[in-house]
């Protein structure tokens, strides 16, 4: 009976902690996104009332309304999710090493690192005008995300591919820039357009290619003393709905 009062006991305290969770979502969301609740509750609804009325239709209003509040309770939950992650990003983007945390989102099946891997800055000790590259590697192979004036980010990046190919020659290498404009990616769908990359090695080749990457070293241009480009940080908790 002790184990069975334990095992509850920790169920009940899982329980709470993932309420908390979702609380804890919810009000950092909602600071960003004020009209997450709506969006929420909009989502509820339609889902609901569809079931229901689904349930009329084939005389079982009782059985079809309970599943629309549980599918409206998981449709509001998703829907809460991508506003969250959403926010996310609008709390980094513009920073100075948002593309860095933006890679770093990708937790499975790819190497990843928040601090660059080159850096120009074009007038000391102004970080929002430096050029940076971050690198990415996975089955697709290696990827460089470079942020920042376009100009000097291109010249960064045909740097760093060239650098990659000498110590990982027939690797492929994919150079992305983050932005607005044109052939450029919108920070918050970096992640996935690196995720959606066709895989192209192996995963012994991937542990391979990140031992020789690593053997390159970190930062080759130095920034401004003081300046940190790693300050750009994701909101986890806004992401763990994902």
Not at 10 to 30: C, H, M, P, T
Not at 60 to 79: C, D, K, S
Not at 101 to 125: F, H, K, M, N, Q
């Amino acid at each position: 009976m002790a184990r069975n009062k334990d095992g509850d006991t920790s169920s009940s305290e899982k329980k709470q902690g993932r309420l908390s969770q979702v609380r804890d979502v919810y009000r950092i969301s909602k600071q960003a996104d004020p009209a997450i609740g709506w969006y929420m509750l909009l989502s509820f609804l339609v889902v609901f009332g569809v079931l229901l009325v689904v349930g009329f239709i084939v005389k079982l209003p009782w059985i079809f309304g309970i599943f629309g509040v549980l599918f409206g309770i998981l449709a509001a939950t998703i829907m809460m999710s991508r506003r969250a992650e959403r926010a996310a990003y609008t709390q980094i983007e513009g920073q100075a090493g948002a593309a860095g945390a933006a890679l770093t989102s990708i937790r499975r099946g790819w190497y990843t690192d928040r601090e660059p891997v080159a850096a120009d800055v074009a007038r000391p000790g102004d970080i929002n005008s430096a050029a940076m590259v971050y690198r990415a590697l996975g089955r697709p192979g290696v990827v460089l995300v470079g942020e920042g004036p376009t100009g000097r980010v291109q010249k960064l990046l045909a740097a760093e591919k060239k650098r990659v190919e000498r110590v990982a020659p027939g690797v492929p290498v994919t150079t992305l820039r983050v932005g607005s404009g044109e052939n450029e990616v919108p920070l918050p769908k970096l992640a996935s357009k690196v995720q959606r990359l066709k895989p192209q090695i192996t995963k012994d080749e991937m542990a391979i290619v990140n031992k020789r990457l690593k053997a390159l070293g970190g930062l080759r241009a130095p920034l401004p003393p003081g300046v940190d480009p790693t300050k750009a940080r994701m909101d986890r908790r806004a992401l763990r709905g994902k």
